[in-house]
T-cell receptor
Framework: AQTVTQSQPEMSVQEAETVTLSCTYD???????LFWYKQPPSRQMILVIR??????QNATENRFSVNFQKAAKSFSLKISDSQLGDAAMYFC????????????FGTGTQLKVEL | DAMVIQNPRYQVTQFGKPVTLSCSQT?????MYWYQQKSSQAPKLLFH???????NEADTPDNFQSRRPNTSFCFLDIRSPGLGDAAMYLC????????????FGPGTRLTVT
């Protein structure tokens, strides 16, 4: 079974600064997808960014980028130019490429953005 | 423009009293999921429907059941809630089983007294 570990329960960042959230995972599969989801307070979880394991290039979405290290089974999220609206719980998630659409989540990192 | 709607947002039930949580979607997606998210824990998939086909996760307790009367609606029934069932329950949808993205509702927080 796959597992996802987020070792940082809480992180803080100053507005306009950069922060990196860590995620590691364990799997015996070679083909899979990795995701970062954002859950703002009292609002629904939304997809921030995804990475296909077969792609060597790191995914980027505007101010959000990932550092995907397949051999190390590491998948960190970098948020540049942090904004107050980035404050949320961030979940790392894993999904197998073959069969089914089950997401396995980490326990989340609560990000605080300070003025 | 709400896409996945969960009602109610907060639900209080008594120990052992059956409770039903509701989810509806305006996306016309084929797949609907129910996740359980306990405090400080990762969301955990309970089951999903692909159209009318029900798929239960192996470790989902028998106490939890689901119904999907049509494409738009899906219900989570907890037959005899225990204190350990207090959690946030998240509903999500995806277009099909190969879609990358799941669309989540805001969740229903269940309290068991």
């Amino acid at each position: 079974a796959q597992t996802v570990t987020q070792s940082q329960p809480e992180m803080s960042v100053q507005e306009a600064e950069t922060v990196t959230l860590s995620c590691t995972y364990d799997t015996s599969e070679s083909d899979y997808y990795l995701f970062w989801y954002k859950q703002p307070p009292s609002r629904q979880m939304i997809l921030v960014i995804r990475q296909e394991a077969y792609k060597q290039q790191n995914a980027t979405e505007n101010r959000f980028s990932v550092n995907f290290q397949k051999a190390a089974k590491s998948f960190s999220l970098k948020i540049s130019d942090s904004q107050l609206g980035d404050a949320a719980m961030y979940f790392c998630a894993y999904r197998s490429a073959g069969g089914g659409n089950k997401l396995t989540f980490g326990t989340g990192t609560q990000l605080k953005v300070e003025l | 423009d709400a896409m996945v709607i969960q009602n109610p947002r907060y639900q209080v039930t008594q120990f052992g009293k059956p409770v039903t949580l509701s989810c509806s979607q305006t996306l016309n997606h084929n797949v609907m999921y129910w996740y359980q998210q306990k405090s400080s824990q990762a969301p955990k998939l309970l089951f999903h429907y692909y159209d009318k086909d029900f798929n239960n996760e192996a470790d989902t307790p028998d106490n939890f059941q689901s119904r999907r009367p049509n494409t738009s609606f899906c219900f989570l029934d907890i037959r005899s809630p225990g204190l350990g069932d207090a959690a946030m329950y998240l509903c999500a949808t995806s277009r099909d089983m190969t879609s990358y993205e799941q669309y989540f509702g805001p969740g229903t927080r269940l309290t068991v007294t």
